[in-house]
């Protein structure tokens, strides 16, 4: 357990149906990171946020997908109208920023998103 | 472009071997992660560089910033070193994580 958590850990779908994700952060980590990663490849990135601003953004989140982070702790990802092409683990991980210098990141366990 | 490579895809040692997995990118980077992922299991990070070496137990992780390279070393490998090994950079200019397609690691007992 790596103190990030992610609900819920598992959702099936159907085709055209609007999900929402939650991650919960370690509670002084001041940057999440939102990436999605299909079966046998890496990881991809999909957003940033630092504290409650979102500052970067992958040309693959469509317009159906959006994120959140409200007051800067938990942060919510939300895609609506889904797509068999949806289908996939999305991760949630967050960091410490302190001045210049960067952190590890921490993983949570994922949820795992099967549009039917 | 901002690209990263790893190499091998996929590596098979036998117990005790030193083990060495590669990463190269194509630009300036602000970070650069290795991570573990086992099969079905989480992501756990290993190491952040930004430059020079880092040593944890049996892992050793190096980065040459001028050759825009990294390598990750696995000393006296263990079956339970099994996973695959997964290279994330960030490049500077962007918060933007681009990772690597993984090394998928199998060491036999």
């Known amino acids: 357990d790596t103190g990030v958590s992610q609900d819920p850990r598992h959702k099936i779908t159907k085709r055209g149906q609007n999900v929402t994700f939650r991650c919960d952060p370690i509670s002084e980590h001041n940057r999440l990171y939102w990436y999605r990663q299909t079966l046998g490849q890496g990881p991809e990135f999909l957003t940033y946020f630092q504290n409650e601003a979102q500052l970067e953004k992958s040309r693959l989140l469509s317009d159906r997908f959006s994120a959140e982070r409200p007051k800067g702790s938990f942060s919510t990802l939300e895609i609506q109208r889904t797509e068999q092409g949806d289908s996939a683990m999305y991760l949630c991980a967050s960091s410490l920023e302190a001045g210049t210098s960067e952190y590890e990141q921490y993983f949570g366990p994922g949820t795992r998103l099967t549009v039917t | ?109």
Not at chain 2, 2 to 29: D, H, K, M, R, W
Not at chain 2, 48 to 60: D, E, V
Not at chain 2, 74 to 86: C, K, Q
């Open chain 2, 1 to 109: 472009k901002n690209e990263v490579e790893q190499s091998p895809q996929n590596l098979t040692a036998q117990e005790g071997e030193f083990i060495t997995i590669n990463c190269s990118y194509s630009v300036g980077i602000s970070a650069l992660h290795w991570l573990q992922q086992h099969p079905g299991g989480g992501i756990v990070s290993l190491f952040m560089l930004s430059s020079g070496k880092k040593k944890h137990g049996r892992l050793i992780a190096t980065i040459n910033i001028q050759e825009k390279h990294s390598s990750l070393h696995i000393t006296a490998s263990h079956p339970r070193d099994s996973a695959v090994y997964i290279c994330a950079v960030r490049f500077k200019g962007t918060y933007k994580y681009i990772f690597g397609t993984g090394t998928r690691l199998k060491v036999l007992a």
